[in-house]
Structures are given as structure tokens and as C-alpha cells.
């Protein structure tokens, strides 16, 4: 057959050539060992934690290696893609401070010179590189219809077939001579470019993936589809011209791929390519409520399964950061006990300290690993943080919150500047629950007296501390006034001294702290009391101690 024909025949607009691509998207100058690396996802709904967990190890990667990373938009399934679907991947992004050298950088936006960076705009390069496949021999069209490929399925399943597709005795369209070709494009007959396989069903190809070590796979027999009937790529196509001129050097990518390296390197091969280097990532698990099982996240069943999720329930971004680092690198905990205050993409990120099995995510330990974050905080930037989250998801809250922003951040620096610093909020939609005493009267629950305190003792408490509190002492002025109280009170000063004799007192300086809490906050358990006192100021604090002594008669 004359294939060069057949090239112009088939791609009769197409006048640049693949030297032509070369030269316009040449080898980068990069230090020797640097790599880079894509993120390629498809705009076909909301940004997914494992998309999430992916786009993190390509900028980790890269800038370990002094590398690059670029974000490329796969746009070429339009039937999935959904309206606005890069916005949300760029926001997704952009919440947890993943940023890419090159790429995508919003709607109808990029940088970098290797673009363009989306793939619906990259369509003479997908045609340019298949003609020439053409010339060559490696590509020919097919003219199947659906119910054709159908029947062909179907014998293929009577026959017992041990590999399905397009190939040998079943595509039908590879031998077509020149002329029939030329008959069914005169007669309009929609066609798709195939693949030319050259591979050996008795033969086997061997790669090295950078996590899972040397694999051996059966070598590509399959006629692929490259260009589908409205002339744009399919995934396979396009991975292997997208990562040839924009110059990638490690693909990495989701462990569901795995099957295709037999294809792309085929393809890649058949292209005079260089092959880049494989990656595959283990999927992001979790335990099933009801079986105790692994399995995916799920967009239906799991809510935490978009990074929306930690946006709108207002985990910090670097605890999200510091959290997917625990599962992508065995010692990034170590690391992070050594350097706390640390930027996580400082972080030393190598690829063979990645697991080749799923990993599970825990919420559970997310909410650990956050409460961690937010303790090495300083007041402004959370107070910053919530009003920012609240704006958007708690607008009666911001109100509120952000009406005295001095007295605001001045809750949130209680226990905070101390050696051991608190760990009570693991999200700002927490903060509003922590911090309503400050800002609603509380409903001091008798119930919640300590148990050797009766209603009368702590009446009596109460009564104390509305006669003698002074708000301009410091906690051991103030520690040491509560003490004062004791003996009159029937309670014992030191606690040490009372477990000793348990039986000389009705209680212990402790209980009459209790009280005291109980009666301003409505609460067993907060920072540290003498301040939140400060804070609300002398009046308020004696009208919850009287308001309290009343609900106790």
C-alpha cells in the first residue's frame, strides 16, 4: 500500500511534522536527575483526596529533584466532562496550597512554554503525530460500526477466547487495500485510526515501576484506538505525544493504569520515543462501616471523599498536607517531630519510601494530625483562618466572631503561648461550639457539680468568689486566693493533703475551681479558668456566679 497516500488521504490539512514538534518543544534544560511531572486529571466533576494525593506527589517529586511539575487538563472525553469541571480542580488545588511550575493555571488561563497545557487545544499535534504513523505503516483505519465490533465481541466470547479486542484474525479493517479505503471515505463512512500493533502474544516486555520493582507483562497485541471518529485522542494517544513534547520524564499515576503499560510502551516504541519512567500509586482506602473491609473511597458513600469536604468543615490546609505526607512516606512523622514548624514541601519526598498496597485513610487520625497543626499556631493567623472560613460557611457566625477581633483572638491565645499548648480544635467548624461561652450565656448544668460538692457547698462557693474575686490577679494570685477560702469553706488547700485525709473535708481546692467553671462556662473542661475570667470582665462573671446560685436553690 502506498502510505504515504493514504497519510494525505487521511489527513489532507495537516502540513507540520513531527521534526517540526521537536524543535518547538525541545529537550528541557534541566540539572542531570531532575524530573519532571504531570498532573493530568480530567474535568469530569470535583477534585477527589486521591486526586489530591496524586497532584501532591508529582510537585513533591519534582521539587525534590530540582524538577518540574506542570498540571495538564485531559479534556478529551466530552461526554463526561462537567461545566465548569477545571475550575473545580483549580480551586480543589489551590485550598491546600498544591502549586505547579507550568500548566493550567484557571479557565482558559496557563503558563509555561510546553502548552498548550489542555488537550482539546492539542489536536494538530495528535493529528500531526498520526499521519506520520500512517507514513510509516503503524496506524490504519478502521470502519467498523458498533454493531459490528459488538458481533466481534460476541464471537470472540463463543470462541473462548483468552484475549479480547481488536486484533489478528479479528480486525477486519487492517488489511483493507488502498482502494477500499478510498471507496468507504467517498461513501462517508466514519472512521477511527488504529494502532498497527507489531506485538507477540507469545512474547513478554519487562519494565521497572519506581514502587513495585521489575514487572513483567505480555507483550501489546491489540490494534488501539488512537483518534477516535471526531478526530480527537484517545487516553492512550494522547498520554504518549502529551508526554513526549512536554518532556515528562516520570509518569505517575494511579495503580488502575497498570494494565496499559503492555500499550503505551508499544506505542511510545513505535513513535521513536523515549519510554518515561512508570509510577503506579496504591489507591486511597478506607475501612467499611459495616463489613470492617478496605475498600475505595467512594463519591457516593463517602463525603470526605471530595477535598471539598476538608474546605467546608474547616480543617487547616497543612494539616491536610501534613496527613496525606503520613501515607505517602513512611518517615515523613519523623520528620515532622524534627522540624514542627517546618513548610511540608520542604519535606525530603522519595518515591521508593511509598507503599505499593492501599493506604487507609483515617479521619480519625486527620483530626489528630490537625489538632497537632493547630496547636503550633499563633492566635492572629487562626483567628485569620476562622473569620476566612466563617465568611463563607458561617456568615451568622463571622458576625459575631469578627465584631471585636482583639477579643477574639485574645480567647484563642488562652493556653496557647505555653510550653505545652492545648489541642481542643481540629477544625474551624469547631471553634463557634468551643468558644459560645465567651460570646452566649451559658446553661450551667447542676448535674455537673463534682460529686462531693452539694448544691448548698457550691452555693456557698459561689457566694465566696462573688465577695472576693479580683480580675487583676494573675493564676497563682488567683490560685492561691481560691485556697484562701478553704477552711471556711470546710475544704481541704491541697490536694495532696486531702488524699491523704479524705475524710477531714467535704473536698479539695480542685472542687471549688469546678464550681467556679461550672457556674461562668457551663463547662467541666476548659483553658485555663483565671484568663476566660479576665476576659469576660467582673461584671459578667458575677452575674453567672449569681445566676447560677439561684438555678441551685
Aim: net charge negative; charged share 30%.
Amino acid at each position: 500500500m502506498d502510505n504515504m497516500k493514504l497519510a494525505n488521504l487521511l489527513f489532507p490539512d495537516v502540513n507540520l511534522t513531527p521534526e517540526d514538534l521537536e524543535l518547538k518543544y525541545p529537550p528541557r534544560e534541566l540539572p542531570e536527575g531532575a524530573r519532571v511531572t504531570r498532573f493530568a486529571p480530567s474535568p469530569t466533576g470535583y477534585l477527589h483526596i486521591g486526586g489530591l494525593f496524586g497532584a501532591l506527589t508529582d510537585v513533591l517529586v519534582a521539587k525534590a529533584s530540582k524538577g518540574v511539575s506542570y498540571l495538564r487538563i485531559e479534556d478529551t472525553d466530552k461526554k463526561r466532562e462537567v461545566e465548569d469541571g477545571v475550575s473545580a480542580i483549580i480551586n480543589g488545588l489551590h485550598a491546600f496550597g498544591v502549586d505547579f511550575d507550568e500548566g493550567v493555571t484557571g479557565f482558559g488561563t496557563e503558563k509555561g512554554d510546553y502548552g498548550p497545557y489542555t488537550q482539546s487545544q492539542r489536536v494538530e499535534i495528535y493529528h500531526t503525530v498520526a499521519k506520520r504513523m500512517v507514513e510509516n505503516g503503524l496506524a490504519y483505519p478502521c470502519f467498523c460500526t458498533a454493531d459490528e465490533l459488538t458481533a466481534l465481541r460476541e464471537q470472540q466470547e463463543a470462541e473462548g477466547a483468552l484475549i479480547r479486542g481488536y486484533f489478528g484474525k479479528y480486525a477486519k479493517c487492517r488489511d483493507l487495500s488502498l482502494a477500499q479505503i478510498e471507496a468507504n471515505l467517498a461513501a462517508g463512512k466514519p472512521w477511527v485510526l488504529r494502532f498497527r500493533s507489531q506485538g507477540d502474544e507469545n512474547k513478554r516486555i519487562s519494565f521497572e515501576d519506581l514502587i513495585r520493582g521489575k514487572i513483567e507483562m505480555p507483550e501489546n497485541i491489540i490494534d488501539e484506538v488512537l483518534l477516535k471518529s471526531d478526530g480527537i485522542p484517545t487516553y492512550h494517544f494522547a498520554h504518549v505525544c502529551d508526554d513526549h513534547f512536554m518532556r515528562t520524564t516520570h509518569v505517575i499515576r494511579g495503580e488502575e493504569w497498570l494494565s496499559s503499560v503492555p500499550k503505551h510502551i508499544a506505542m511510545f516504541k513505535a513513535c521513536g520515543y523515549k519510554v518515561p519512567k512508570y509510577v503506579h500509586t496504591a489507591q486511597v482506602m478506607k475501612l467499611d462501616d459495616e463489613s470492617g473491609d478496605k475498600r475505595k473511597l467512594s463519591k457516593r458513600k463517602d463525603p470526605e471523599a471530595a477535598v471539598s469536604f476538608f474546605v467546608e468543615k474547616g480543617f487547616p490546609k497543612e494539616a491536610v498536607i501534613d496527613y496525606l505526607l503520613t501515607l505517602l512516606n513512611s518517615n515523613f512523622e519523623d520528620w515532622r517531630r524534627a522540624n514542627p514548624d517546618a513548610d511540608a514541601m520542604d519535606f525530603p519526598f522519595n518515591l521508593k519510601k511509598m507503599g505499593a498496597s492501599g493506604c487507609l485513610f483515617d479521619l480519625t487520625k486527620l483530626t489528630d494530625v490537625s489538632k497537632n497543626v493547630i496547636s503550633r499556631m499563633k492566635a492572629p493567623a487562626i483567628y485569620e483562618r476562622v473569620a476566612a472560613w466563617a465568611r463563607d460557611y458561617a456568615p451568622d457566625y463571622y458576625a459575631v466572631f469578627t465584631r471585636d477581633p482583639a477579643f477574639s483572638t485574645a480567647i484563642l491565645n488562652i493556653d496557647r503561648e505555653v510550653p505545652k499548648p492545648r489541642k481542643d480544635i481540629a477544625k474551624w467548624d469547631e471553634v463557634a461550639d468551643y468558644l459560645s461561652y465567651f460570646f452566649d450565656e451559658p446553661e450551667a448544668d447542676p448535674a455537673l457539680l463534682p460529686e462531693r460538692v452539694s448544691p448548698a457547698d457550691a452555693k456557698a462557693i459561689l457566694s465566696c468568689c462573688c465577695a472576693h474575686y479580683e480580675p487583676n490577679e494573675d493564676k497563682d494570685a488567683w490560685f492561691a486566693r481560691m485556697k484562701s477560702w478553704c477552711p471556711e469553706l470546710g475544704f481541704c488547700p491541697e490536694v495532696k493533703e486531702f488524699k491523704k485525709n479524705p475524710d477531714a473535708f467535704k473536698g479539695h481546692v480542685g472542687d471549688l475551681s469546678s464550681v467556679i467553671r461550672l457556674a461562668v462556662t457551663g463547662r467541666t473542661n476548659t483553658p485555663d479558668l483565671c484568663t476566660i475570667m479576665q476576659l469576660l470582665g467582673k461584671q459578667r462573671v458575677a452575674q453567672r456566679l449569681q445566676r447560677f446560685a439561684e438555678k441551685l436553690s
